[in-house]
């Protein structure tokens, strides 16, 4: 079935590394996705990665992809105050359109 | 204006009323979404429409009605809603190929009394 799982809280100081973790179960996947919600905002895409890839680096960003074991996660170097949101891990349903199966999302909190 | 938007903004309707939610997107996709946010089930997906064509109904109640009357505009039209209904209600939009990048509405908060 479709499943994507997150844990739910992180928290983390201010200048640390951030590391959200995220697994899914359709191994179809050719794109897997991060998505970022601030409060009172829509989710806004942060990065993406190609099934056929192991690691992307975007600035602070880095996406690791372990297909053996369908384990996603997302590391954010030098975490900001800016950085608290909602961070969702997306996987591309295997269908003939474009639909996303969402985790449940990953609260980071940065404190000073 | 650009992206997507959504109206209202937040919306407070009785169980007995009937509203509509709007969205409009201004980057030419072919494909727009309704998703339902709430504490429960984080994020919903209700709907898709791919080129005005209803292409996913995610088992959801009656009471919510979708109408996509051309590719830059969406509604869920609202009638007898209940309690547990109260979420935010966010909109995407995106090319109707697989892989492309979701455009997301900031969302209606909507309470149901």
Redesign the interface.
């Known amino acids: 079935g479709e499943d994507v799982e997150q844990s739910l809280f992180l928290s983390v100081r201010e200048g640390d590394s951030s590391v959200i973790n995220c697994t899914y179960t359709d191994s179809s996947s050719t794109y897997l996705y991060w998505y970022k919600q601030e409060p009172g905002a829509g989710l806004q895409l942060l990065t993406y990665i190609f099934s056929n890839m192991d690691m992307k680096q975007d600035q602070r960003l880095t996406v690791l992809l372990n297909k053996k074991d369908k384990h996603l996660s997302l590391r954010i170097a030098d975490t900001q105050t800016g950085d608290s949101a909602i961070y969702f891990c997306a996987e591309n349903y295997a269908g003939g359109y474009n639909k996303l199966i969402f985790g449940a999302g990953t609260r980071l909190a940065v404190h000073p | 204006e650009t992206g997507?938007t959504q109206t209202p903004r937040h919306l407070v309707m009785g169980m007995t009323n009937k509203k509509s939610l709007k969205c409009e997107q201004h980057l030419g996709h072919n494909?727009m979404y309704w998703y339902k946010q709430s504490a429960k089930k984080?994020?919903e997906?209700m709907f898709?429409y791919?080129l005005e064509e209803r292409?996913?109904n995610n088992s959801v109640p009656s009471r919510f009605s979708p109408e996509c009357p051309n590719s830059s505009h969406l509604f869920l039209h609202l009638h007898t809603l209940q309690p547990e209904d109260s979420a935010l209600y966010?909109c995407?939009s995106?090319?109707?190929?697989?892989?492309?990048?979701?455009?997301?509405?900031?969302?209606t908060r909507l309470t149901v009394l």
Not at chain 2, 94 to 99: A, M, V
């Open positions: 997507v494909a984080p994020l997906l898709v791919s292409v996913e966010l995407a995106s090319h109707r190929d697989r892989g492309t990048e979701q455009f997301f509405g900031p969302g």
